[in-house]
């Protein structure tokens, strides 16, 4: 894994492996993408000072009229999504395909900020909406550049 080593809570339930998502505040399947969410989500919170209080795992949304899920979302004081992160198992490639199902959760959330991750592998896409252009970036940024200088 290609992320900080992550103190994870798990247990056995049902005689399957169950970690602690301290986002949603429950013990949930340990599935390999799981592994990956739980880790880059403690990356976020413990080395980069995302807020867990404005992160949430597994939004609801809805797509031409079907419901999605988006892996991670960070809203801003404001209530409005700056962030989607999109996890796969750290066997799947970050393909174009991976980042078109993360480009059609944001023709919803109108996002700046998209990250893809397969624990291996982080691509971070930055938008500037106003001037439709947009640029990958070569690290996850800090809670600071996504909500302060992003603009700069």
Not at 59 to 66: A, E, F, K, R, S
Not at 99 to 126: A, E, P
């Amino acid at each position: 894994m290609n992320l900080p080593p992550a103190q994870l809570r798990l247990t056995e339930k049902n005689g399957k492996t169950a970690v602690f998502d301290i986002l949603r505040k429950r013990y949930v399947a340990l599935t390999p993408e799981e592994w990956v969410r739980q880790h880059f989500v403690h990356y976020l919170t413990d080395h980069l000072h995302y807020p867990a209080t404005l992160l949430g795992n597994e939004v609801p949304i809805t797509l031409n009229g079907l419901s999605k899920r988006c892996d991670t979302v960070l809203l801003g004081t404001d209530g409005l999504p700056h962030i989607i992160i999109e996890y796969k198992r750290p066997s799947v490639a970050l393909t174009q395909k991976v980042f078109d199902q993360i480009w059609r959760y944001n023709l919803v959330l109108r996002v700046k900020w998209l990250i893809v991750s397969n624990g291996l592998k982080h691509v971070v896409c930055r938008f500037d909406i106003e001037k439709g252009t947009y640029d990958f970036l070569p690290q996850v940024p800090l809670y600071e550049e996504v909500m302060f200088g992003s603009e700069h």
